[in-house]
């Protein structure tokens, strides 16, 4: 079946620094979207993405969709306290049942002030 | 807005032992689904509902059973739970009109079993 794979599992960051995230599939997506979830809570969607290479920005988080439609990636700059949590990338596969989605394994950020 | 919600937030079971956890959702959505997580394995669907009426599998079904009788409502039963079926249940929902529609999610469900 189709599996989603995300690295790294654990990313700590100084406050200030940046990272990226990045998230492959196994199969070709139709759409890739991510979520964060902060310590303790539930999974909120933060963006998606349909078009191969689509890059969309949401203040400091930069998102962008691999040409094959297969990998996806997360960057954050200059990392603040607000960032902690972990972030996944959830691929949606071409017509499927239900618009269900794949969850990769999550990356979970935590930042040293 | 009270979006998805799920009750109980805690629950602790013995081994063998049943229990059903509630969902519900505002926001008429038609697709419904079960979620667990697990640490280190993110989210694993459980089982999913396109329609009141109807329900699926989805990649982790074993040991659950699912009923959507109301289409604000999404129940999941574990009709003998077993220690390995402790973690985190998450119900969410999200519109049929078209792809591409994000999931909300409620809360969460914390369950042990002993």
Known sequence: ???????????????????????????????IQWYKQRPGGHPVFLIQLVKSGEVKKQKRLTFQFGEA????????????TTDVGTYFCAGQTIKAAGNKLTFGGGTRVLVKP | NAGVTQTPKFRVLKTGQSMTLLCAQDMNHEYMYWYRQDPGMGL????????????????????YNVSRLKKQNFLLGLESAAPSQTSVYFCASSSNRGNNQPQHFGDGTRLSIL
């Open chain 2, 44 to 63: 694993r669907l459980i089982h999913y509902s396109v329609g009141e009426g109807t329900t699926a599998k989805g990649e982790v079904p074993d040991g």
């Open chain 1, 1 to 31: 079946g189709q599996q989603v794979m995300q690295i790294p599992q654990y990313q700590h960051v100084q406050e200030g620094e940046d990272f990226t995230t990045y998230c492959n599939s196994s199969t070709t997506l139709s759409n």
């Open chain 1, 69 to 80: 439609k297969k990998n996806s990636s997360l960057h954050i700059t200059a990392t603040q």
